[in-house]
């Protein structure tokens, strides 16, 4: 696999990560449409896999970019279901609210853990697949 693929593979699907944590508020958000989104980014992902040829390395490289949107799904639902349980609502994005420096809003402990994990999460998983496939 040349570089630039390499880049693209591990860019795009950090960038649709990053898209699903930063639209976590909106309506669709909260539907089955964004289940149906991610299911389906997850299934065309391991079509291609299997119509296009790899070699081993550039197979796991391209397997990654195929799960890493349903973890991170999976990963805010869990989260979402925690914060219900502990705070009797939904956690709020700390990150994304910081630049603005809002003294109204009143964040837990929970909202920052939450949004740190994810966050860093999205950006680590990628160099850590990738160093573990690489030869």
């Known amino acids: 696999m040349k570089e630039g693929e390499v880049v693209i593979g591990l860019a795009v699907p950090t960038a649709v990560n990053f898209l ?7 309506k669709w958000f909260s539907s089955p ?4 989104a991610v299911a389906g980014l997850f299934i065309a992902a391991i079509a291609m896999l299997q119509f296009l040829k790899f070699n081993d390395e550039d197979w796991y490289l391209a397997l990654r970019a195929a799960l890493t949107p349903m973890v ?6 869990a989260f979402k279901r925690l914060s219900l349980l502990a705070q009797g609502r939904d956690y709020y994005l700390w990150f994304k609210d910081m630049v603005f420096i809002n003294e109204d809003w009143n964040y837990s402990f929970l909202d920052k ?23």
């Not at 699903?20 to 909106?26: A, E």
């Not at 991170?72 to 639902?77: G, N, Q, S, T």
């Open 20 to 26: 699903l944590l930063y639209n976590k508020y909106d």
């Open 33 to 36: 449409y964004k289940w149906y």
């Open 72 to 77: 991170i799904a999976l990963l805010d639902y």
């Open 113 to 135: 853990l939450f949004t740190i994990v994810l966050a860093v999460f999205i950006m680590i998983m990628p160099l850590i697949l990738v160093l573990i496939y690489r030869k």
